[in-house]
């Protein structure tokens, strides 16, 4: 008779080896701590990824009638809202490419920001393409379940180190607990990077985020050309947080 025993979920990581996901995620928090914290400087206290931040500050806008402010912050948390929407459909649509081309996207639009006109104070222009960035950056990478790995924000990443150390001393911890500490010491060092670089050089400190961006790509750029289907730059994976019956979208192929 056969074992009744239920069949391990399937691995819908992207990239499916930790050995290229953890070390992508480490350096993508890094440089949104960077970003982060020289738009915070750089536009007056406008977080560029931190959005709870400027949900707060809305509400606050909002309660002093201050419409110039409220202005500002909803349109930078609609930007970023509409990057996470189209980093989401051009991972699907990029399959086993995904890794490459959001960096590529990503850098491009770092790289924009600098370019743009600074717009006014309700409406920053000059920001937006930056925030447009880090939103895409969170549809880069997902976890075993299929989730979109936090890149941007670390949050959600101190709530689950946390309830991981207690499943830990439960023995049910997930797979996933190990990263939140890293990518928390990734993204704090990236902010205090940032600050110091925004402080010495001003809003041209934008180009180090975007070159590291570059650099990230051009790495996952050379991986999927050697190794093409790899684990190293591919996966079980559908759309980043699609329903758990959604068909994968980037597929690893055996050795």
């Known amino acids: 008779m056969a074992g009744t025993g239920t069949e391990a979920p399937a691995d819908k990581s992207f ?8 070390p992508f ?5 890094a ?3 960077c970003a982060d914290s020289i738009g915070f400087l750089e536009f007056s ?4 990824s931190f959005m709870s931040g400027n949900t707060t500050r809305f509400g606050v806008a909002v309660a002093s009638q201050d419409w110039e402010n409220v202005a500002r912050v909803a349109s930078t948390i609609i930007v970023f809202c509409l990057g996470a929407f189209l980093g989401t459909l051009l991972a699907a649509l990029f399959g086993r490419w995904r890794l490459a081309a959001l960096l590529i996207i990503e850098a ?9 006109p600074w717009g006014t104070f309700a409406y920053p222009l000059h920001a937006y393409p930056i925030v447009l960035a880090l939103g895409l950056q969170n549809a880069i990478l997902q976890d075993e379940g299929g989730r979109s790995i936090a890149l941007t924000y670390v949050t959600g990443a101190v709530v689950r180190f946390g309830t991981g ?6 023995g049910t911890v997930a797979s996933s607990f190990w990263i939140q500490a890293p990518l928390w010491a990734g993204l704090s060092s990236g902010a205090v990077l940032g600050g110091i670089l925004q402080i010495k050089y001003g809003e041209t400190a934008f180009l180090f ?3 590291l961006a570059a650099l990230l790509a051009l790495v996952a750029v050379v991986l999927t050309l050697a190794k093409p289907g790899s684990p ?4 079980i994976s559908p759309a980043p947080d699609a329903a758990p019956h959604a068909k994968p979208v980037a597929k690893a192929v055996s050795a």
């Open 15 to 22: 990239p499916a080896s930790a050995s290229t996901r953890i």
């Open 25 to 29: 995620a480490v350096a993508l928090a």
């Open 232 to 235: 190293l730059v591919s996966g």
């Open 108 to 116: 491009a639009l770092l790289g924009l920001g600098l370019l743009m």
């Open 31 to 33: 440089l949104a701590g």
């Open 45 to 48: 206290q406008l977080f560029m």
């Open 209 to 211: 985020p975007a070159a």
């Open 165 to 170: 150390l207690a499943n830990l001393m439960l």
